[in-house]
């Protein structure tokens, strides 16, 4: 007897995540400058191409991320696209530890407060376009202003482990 494709997941919150995280993703980090404080949310639910007019991307937030409750109402959005070998930067602007995450880390600030992290895979700069209701998430179109390609592949998010780029 053959196994059957999908079965009910029931109420079990980790089987959902250990099924989502077969699928592969970049990870990306929106950071701002505000008033000389620098703000960063790391997030592997970024996701391009949502329209090419307007151009909108998107990402899903936690609604319990505070950072993302500092960076909403922000003008301009840094969006850097972490590349190769940059997993250890990842965790660090992704650690419980919000006034350490940009400690030794190199970055440039446009001048409307957006932050772009060096060597990045790629970079936008983005403006909040919409942002709607998705059960524990929002769900937040961002509108891209401005954007750049770096020379670093980029990273991918697999199975929550960092992995890189191969030829098929
Ligand atoms: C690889 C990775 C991917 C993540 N993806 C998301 C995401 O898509 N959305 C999100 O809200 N948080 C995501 N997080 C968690 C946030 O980066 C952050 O840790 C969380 O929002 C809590 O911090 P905050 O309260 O400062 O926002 C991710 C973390 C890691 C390490």
Redesign the pocket.
């Known amino acids: 007897m053959t196994q059957p494709k999908v079965c009910a997941f029931g109420d079990d919150p980790m089987v959902v995540r250990n099924t989502f995280a077969q699928f592969p993703s970049g990870?990306a980090v929106l950071a701002v400058d505000i008033g000389g404080e620098k703000h960063a949310?790391?997030?592997?639910?970024?996701m391009v191409g949502v329209s090419l007019e307007p151009c909108l991307v998107a990402?899903?937030?936690?609604k319990?991320?505070?950072?993302?409750g500092l960076i909403k109402d922000a003008g301009s959005l840094g969006v850097s696209i972490f590349g190769r070998g940059q997993g250890d930067l990842?965790?660090k602007l992704?650690s419980k530890d919000?006034a350490a995450r940009f400690e030794q880390v190199a970055i440039e600030v446009g001048d409307e407060g957006a932050v772009f992290i060096e060597d990045a895979a790629l970079w936008l700069e983005c403006s909040i376009h919409e942002i709607s209701d998705a059960g524990d998430?929002w769900m937040a179109l961002l509108e891209v202003k401005q954007l750049g390609v770096g020379e670093s592949e980029p990273l991918v998010?697999h199975g929550a482990k960092f992995r890189e780029l191969v030829d098929a």
């Open positions: 990870v949310l790391v997030a592997s639910s970024f990402v899903a937030v936690q319990s991320s505070e950072t993302w990842l965790r992704a919000r998430h998010w």
